[in-house]
């Protein structure tokens, strides 16, 4: 689905989303001191544990996190005054479809991410339910959100990002309430956008291929390289970490 022209931006010597100098607090916690983070390239997978700062780094580049210092920006231009004039530029699937999805009915939801664009209500949702008809799910479109299992869910909100086509696709976790079907589906599908696509996974097989991927630890850029690298790097400092970690005893009854 090609990016809508609401989301295209003046050119710029720098095309892509950039922190720079970035530091993030929340509380007593520090979460980023003086991250420098380009991300031109066009899938980017984001590993590491819990708590490394994946889905924080998220909100930062879709707006709903300002920093405490230093600057993000896409294309060139700060992040925020973009966003304003062109509210579709990025686009974050989040780990929970429930904090996600807003609407009743499926056709709703997917219809919201055109309302930007200018269409009436009736057309945003003959468009919706165009996309469901293409994808077999044309029995979803008065369904209930409520009614869908929590990877139903999660496919909901895939499909709504696919069909407001963002400028850049931020996806959270998005393999974790997925069936293996939804899951090669839906690696398929970021295989085969047209826009830039950031994965958070803890799937690592699902960004082993990616051109990029950056392991995160406490907040700070472990390694930053390609996907099958970086990938098997992260696996082995987890065995190393498993192997020096004391060994439960069976207990026995």
């Given amino acids: 689905m090609p990016v809508s022209p609401e989301?295209?931006?003046?050119?710029?010597s720098h095309g892509g989303l950039r922190l720079a100098g970035v530091t993030l607090?929340?509380?007593?916690?520090?979460?980023?001191?003086?991250?420098?983070?380009?991300?031109?390239?066009?899938?980017?997978?984001?590993?590491?544990?819990?708590?490394?700062?994946?889905?924080?780094l998220f909100r930062l580049l879709c707006g709903l996190d300002l920093p405490q210092a230093g600057s993000v920006s896409i294309a060139g231009h700060a992040l925020h005054a973009a966003r304003a004039q062109h509210p579709g530029l990025v686009g974050l699937m989040f780990q929970n479809p429930d904090d996600q999805i807003i609407f009743p009915t499926v056709e709703e939801e997917l219809a919201l991410g055109l309302r930007p664009a200018g269409l009436s209500r009736q057309q945003a949702r003959e468009?919706?339910?165009?996309?469901?008809?293409r994808r077999g799910?044309?029995?979803?479109?008065?369904?209930?959100v409520a009614s869908l299992s929590q990877g139903q869910r999660q496919q909901v909100c895939w499909l709504s990002l696919l069909i407001a086509a963002p400028r850049v696709l931020l996806l959270d976790e998005p393999f974790a309430s997925l069936d293996l079907p939804g899951q090669a589906r839906l690696a398929q599908d970021i295989a085969q956008a047209p826009q830039q696509v950031l994965v958070s996974t803890h799937v690592l097989d699902h960004v082993r291929g990616f051109e990029r991927v950056i392991w995160l630890e406490s907040g700070k850029v472990r390694q930053d390289g390609p996907g099958a690298r970086v990938c098997t790097a992260y696996e082995a400092d987890v065995?190393?970490?498993?192997?020096?970690?004391?060994?439960?005893?069976h207990l026995h009854g």
């Avoid at 468009?127 to 008809?133: D, I, M, T, Y």
């Avoid at 799910?137 to 209930?144: F, G, P, Q, S, V």
């Avoid at 065995?239 to 005893?249: D, G, V």
């Fill in 7 to 12: 989301n295209s931006l003046p050119s710029s």
């Fill in 25 to 56: 607090r929340r509380g007593i916690t520090t979460v980023f001191e003086d991250l420098n983070l380009d991300l031109n390239t066009r899938r980017i997978g984001l590993i590491g544990d819990n708590g490394a700062g994946k889905t924080s």
């Fill in 137 to 144: 799910l044309a029995h979803w479109a008065e369904r209930a």
């Fill in 239 to 249: 065995a190393l970490r498993l192997a020096s970690m004391p060994q439960l005893e």
């Fill in 127 to 133: 468009q919706a339910r165009a996309l469901l008809a």
